[in-house]
Every structure is written in structure tokens, then in C-alpha cells.
């Protein structure tokens, strides 16, 4: 489906041929079911969900929502438009709380609950306080690199900042730890050319926010899946030959599964969804 299009009286009518109220256009496959449970969760409205092959893809859906002649919705990954001045906003226009769905999913409950299920235990084994360490430690060494990422996507610098993946950052092969020293050299080869004064503004902004929210969804993921399989694998006590078994597809696959499981108001997203549901129409 993603690599159809329709004209815009197409789309407006495509609920009909669906029998349901909204079509729902999302970037891309993985997101499908975050936004199907999100839309179960909080709305009344019977939906279809189309994903489009990425972002870019969704352009001409947003500029017919924000034109007002759309009778479909759109949810989309926010990545960095909340620090953009240009950022389209539209009641039928639905963006995560966070860069992307990785932001929501990746939580320490969430987590909690997929160490406990890798690992075979009870979840009274699962250290709690360990997941909370881990994830104010990501945090504490990610701030320099998660503004100077924000500042580059907003004007434009063309390099790339934050990669997809943390293991370049890891303290060592074993460890799940990102090293300080590593981010701060990086950091230093980056030869991006800043404004101070804007770096200042944007660190004043995320004050109020987990920088977390707002790094990179497949940077983010990456870290995690290193940290939980590492530690599901201490906590049922595996071997070198006896690994935790777990690829990408099936480590989002646990996040969606345990998201649905552990999605409630204590969620620091549940909130911001909740409200955002709300004005759909």
C-alpha cells in the first residue's frame, strides 16, 4: 500500500471502502502498531492504518490536513520540529511526545518487564534501581550531544551528529555503560560550528524535559537492546555459549508488547497522548 497514491477525493472516500471512520497515514511499518494501540487506547474513532515508506512520504497528506479539505489523520514522529518555528500543527495532525515512538517505548517499566520475561525470573529479581541508574547515566552523558544534534537539524549544518547506533560509545565490548570520554572525543571531531548563545537557549528549553525525548530513535533502541539482553542474561546467569537470543525485529516487537502492558498514568507520555487523542476528529 505504501507505494500507491491517490488523489485527494481517493483519500477522503478510502474510509468507506475500509468501513471505518478515519484512515490514519503513518511514516512506516514498525509504527503501525504503537499508533493502533494509542488510537484503541484514547479514541472512540474506527480506524485504518496506512503507512507511506518514511516521512518524507508524508508531505502531501500533512499540506492537505493543514489546507482543510482532509478527512484523514496523520501521526508522524516529531524528531525535532518542536524546536522549529515552521512546525505544522493541526488537531488531525498527531506527533509523538518525543523524537519518535522509540522515546515512549523505551521506559523504565518497560524495560523492567522485558528483562523479567528474557531472562526467565520473577520480577522480584529485577533490580529496578539498576534500569533507573542506567537510564539517568544514558541521559547524563547524551545532554552535550543531544543539543548539538537538535542545533545541527535546525540549521541545516549536513552532519551528522548522532549516529543509529551507541556501541561506538560503550565502554568496552561487555559492557552496556556509555563512556564519557568516548562521547566527549567524538563530540571534539565533530568540527561542528556553533552559535553559544543558541546552544544556551536550546539547553534552557530541555530544562523541563528528559533529554531522552529527544535523541534519536535508533540510537536510543540500540542502547537499550545492548543493556537489556546483557542484563537478562546476568540475571538467568547464561554462559558465553548461552546468550540471550533477541534480534532488533524481536526486541521492538517486546517494547510494543510490554508498552501495551505497562501504558498508564504513570507513563510520563500518557498525558500528552491522552490530550492529544482528544482533539482528533
Known amino acids: 500500500m505504501a507505494n500507491l497514491e491517490y488523489s485527494s477525493e481517493a483519500k477522503n472516500v478510502l474510509n468507506r ?44 497528506y500533512i499540506d492537505e490536513i493543514m489546507e ?13 520540529d518542536l524546536f522549529k518555528s515552521s512546525i505544522q500543527t493541526h488537531h488531525n495532525i498527531i506527533n509523538t511526545a518525543g523524537y519518535s515512538i522509540e522515546n515512549s517505548l523505551i521506559q523504565v517499566d518497560i524495560l523492567s518487564n522485558i528483562i523479567k520475561n528474557l531472562s526467565l525470573t520473577a520480577e522480584s529479581k529485577v533490580n529496578i534501581n539498576e ?14 550531544l543531544i543539543v548539538l544534534g537538535i542545533y545541527n537539524d535546525i540549521y541545516s549544518c549536513g552532519i551528522s551528529v548522532i ?18 570520554g568516548k562521547i566527549k572525543s567524538y563530540i571534539g571531531g ?3 560550528n556553533y552559535e553559544e548563545s543558541v546552544i544556551v537557549d536550546l539547553t534552557n528549553k530541555l530544562r523541563s524535559v528528559s533529554h531522552l525525548d529527544f535523541i534519536n530513535g535508533h540510537f536510543l533502541i540500540s542502547a537499550a537492546h545492548r543493556f537489556v539482553t546483557m542484563k537478562s542474561a546476568q540475571l538467568k546467569k547464561a554462559t558465553s ?11 521492538l516487537a517486546l517494547l510494543i508488547g510490554a508498552f501495551e502492558l505497562r501504558f498508564n498514568a504513570n507513563h510520563p507520555h500518557y498525558s500528552y497522548y491522552s490530550e492529544k487523542m482528544a482533539l482528533v476528529a
Open 241 to 251: 555459549k548461552d546468550k540471550i537470543q533477541c534480534s532488533n525485529e524481536n526486541f
Open 17 to 60: 471502502f475500509h468501513q471505518v471512520d478515519k484512515i490514519v497515514y503513518v511514516e512506516g511499518q514498525d509504527d503501525v502498531p504503537f499508533w493502533d494501540f494509542l488510537f484503541r487506547k484514547f479514541s472512540k474513532l474506527d480506524i485504518y492504518i496506512e503507512e507511506v515508506g518514511g516521512k518524507e512520504n508524508l508531505k502531501p
Open 131 to 144: 534500569i533507573k541508574d542506567w537510564v539517568e547515566s544514558l541521559e547524563k552523558c547524551l545532554k552535550e
Open 68 to 80: 482543510g479539505d482532509a478527512n484523514f489523520l496523520v501521526a508522524k514522529d516529531m524528531d525535532f
Open 163 to 180: 549516529p543509529n547506533n551507541a556501541d561506538r560509545f560503550v565502554k568496552s565490548k561487555r559492557s552496556y555503560i556509555l563512556c564519557d
Open 190 to 192: 565533530l568540527n561542528l
